[in-house]
Every structure is written in C-alpha cells, then in structure tokens.
C-alpha cells in the first residue's frame, strides 16, 4: 500500500517537471527588467547604455519613437538587429521597463 502511493507522488511529480519544461518554446519571462537582461542587455547594454546596438536611453533617437516602431524592431529585426522571439507580452513588458528607465 505505502509503495503504491509512493509510485503515485512520483508519477504525479514527474508529470509535472515535464508539463513545467514543455510549457512553452521558450519559457516566459515575468518582468520587463527580466526579458531586458536576457534578451536586450547582450546588444543594449545593461543600463541602456548601448554595445554592438545603439543606446536605448532617454537621448537616444528611439526614445522619441512610437511604441508601434518598437514592437516592429523588436519582433521584426532592423538592420543587424536580428528579430527577437518574444511573445505580445513580454515585448510590452520590455517596452515598458526601457521607457521606465528615462
Ligand atoms: C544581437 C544584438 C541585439 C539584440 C539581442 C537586440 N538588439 Fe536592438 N538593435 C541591435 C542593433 C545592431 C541595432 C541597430 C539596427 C540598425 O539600425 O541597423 C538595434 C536597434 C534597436 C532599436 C532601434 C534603435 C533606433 O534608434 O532606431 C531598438 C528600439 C531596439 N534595438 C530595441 C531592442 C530591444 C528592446 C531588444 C530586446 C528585446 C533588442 N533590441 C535586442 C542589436 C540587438
């Protein structure tokens, strides 16, 4: 009896370290300061400050654009930007975060 429910917790744990893992492509960041370091900070530097990319700062061109030339750069590339696969949300989170930062 106590082996059988054994073998259910560990069925049941399993399912869920699989469901977990297989969630999504690629597992949805919570925050924009998240999705910023993980999927901007490489090329934008970590406080906007700009590397192989531009700087995102309250002086850079960007910071005068709509949100419409953001969501397009980010979910379409330009340039040698290569487009980044983010899901609605998280390029509004991000988009968010960045002009939080002005
Ligand atoms: C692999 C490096 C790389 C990554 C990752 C990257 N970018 Fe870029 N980004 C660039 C480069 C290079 C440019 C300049 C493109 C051009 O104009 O030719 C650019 C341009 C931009 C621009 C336009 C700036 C302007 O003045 O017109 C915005 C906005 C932008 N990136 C936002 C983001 C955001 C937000 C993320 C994260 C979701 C991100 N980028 C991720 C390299 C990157």
Known sequence: MKKNNFNKFA??????LVSA??????QELS????VYE??????HGSNLEGRVGPALDA????????DS???QTITKGKGSMP???LTDKEVELVIEYIKSEY
């Open 11 to 16: 069925l049941i744990t399993i399912c869920l």
């Open 21 to 26: 893992c297989s969630a999504e492509p690629s």
């Open 31 to 34: 925050t924009g300061k998240e």
């Open 38 to 43: 993980a999927r901007c900070s490489a090329c």
């Open 59 to 66: 002086k850079s061109p960007s910071a005068s654009m709509p």
């Open 69 to 71: 030339y953001w969501i």
């Open 83 to 85: 487009a980044q696969r």
